[in-house]
């Protein structure tokens, strides 16, 4: 059954820090892997979406790696903003199954 | 475009009432999820629709639980005699086809609080 961890399960930074939010996964055999963000009340926002043969994707001040063998992916946020502040999910599929999702890492960036 | 609607977006509930809760697809797409996500958890799959027909209800928790997508578009999840452990926020995402190769989109959820 595939389970995956985000590590940390909380985080607080001081603006213009650079950051790293870490996923891993036990079964390598994913399609694809997504990272979401998720304001308080608010629904998810899909922020990057990789491809199994994909190594990483890059949006704006976001990119995001997989290392499907080793079952692990990072979110690199840049410069990071107060307006960054939220819950960051990651999530993975194995093909033709349902996403499974972290318990996501809850950011803070202090202005 | 409009994205993925839900309703109510707050419902509180006494226990052993039935609930149910709306989602508004976006227009054209094929592929409908319903997800429950407990407080400080991740979200939990609870059942798929590819159209009208519902492919996987495997994460449903109980024959308390039922969703239906009758025209291929709009669809309800019903909860029957609710239990406190039944309060979490209902997701629900809607992508253009399959089940997990493509980009899903999520609503705004449901906040259901059992008294």
């Known amino acids: 059954k595939q389970e995956v961890t985000q590590i940390p399960a909380a985080l607080s930074v001081p603006e213009g820090e650079n950051l790293v939010l870490n996923c891993s996964f036990t079964d390598s055999a994913i399609y694809n892997l997504q990272w979401f963000r998720q304001d308080p009340g608010k629904g998810l926002t899909s922020l990057l979406l990789?491809?199994?043969?994909?190594r990483e994707q890059t949006s704006g001040r976001l990119n995001a790696s997989l290392d499907k063998s080793s079952g692990r992916s990072t979110l690199y946020i840049a410069a990071s903003q107060p307006g960054d502040s939220a819950t960051y999910l990651c999530a993975v599929t194995s093909g033709n199954t349902p996403l499974v999702f972290g318990k996501g890492t809850r950011l803070s960036v202090i202005a | 475009g409009a994205g993925v609607s839900q309703s109510p977006r707050y419902k509180v509930a006494k226990r052993g009432q039935d609930v149910a809760l709306r989602c508004d697809p976006i227009s054209g797409h094929v592929s409908l999820f319903w997800y429950q996500q407990a407080l400080g958890q991740g979200p939990e799959f609870l059942t798929y629709f590819q159209n009208e027909a519902q492919l996987d209800k495997s994460g449903l928790p109980s024959d308390r639980f039922f969703a239906e997508r009758p025209e291929g578009s709009v669809s309800t999840l019903k909860i029957q005699r609710t239990q406190q452990e039944d309060s979490a926020v209902y997701l629900c995402?809607?992508?253009?086809?399959?089940?997990?190769?493509?980009?899903?989109?999520f609503g705004p959820g449901t906040r259901l609080t059992v008294t």
């Open positions: 990789i491809q199994s043969s994909q």
């Open positions: 995402a809607s992508s253009v086809s399959g089940r997990s190769y493509y980009e899903q989109y």
